[in-house]
């Protein structure tokens, strides 16, 4: 449950950041936010369908 509200929260930064800043920039920067947005939520949803929580995160 932790993990889970981490990478919701983790995911809202990002997704924020990229839309108000819209110059954020280098490219390789949004590329990195994007990914990391990707991973976040399907962290999420892994551990929303009955997933392990990761210990020690």
């Given at each position: 449950?932790?993990t889970?509200?981490?990478?919701?929260?983790?995911a809202?930064?990002?997704?924020?950041?990229?839309?108000?800043?819209?110059?954020?920039?280098?490219?390789?920067?949004?590329?990195?936010?994007?990914?990391?947005?990707?991973?976040?939520?399907?962290?999420?949803?892994?551990?929303?369908?009955?997933?392990?929580?990761?210990?020690?995160?």
């Amino acid at each position: 449950m932790i993990t889970q509200g981490f990478a919701a929260e983790s995911a809202s930064y990002f997704e924020a950041t990229l839309q108000f800043q819209p110059g954020f920039e280098p490219a390789a920067e949004r590329l990195q936010a994007v990914r990391c947005i990707t991973l976040l939520k399907h962290i999420q949803n892994e551990e929303g369908e009955g997933g392990e929580e990761t210990a020690g995160i």
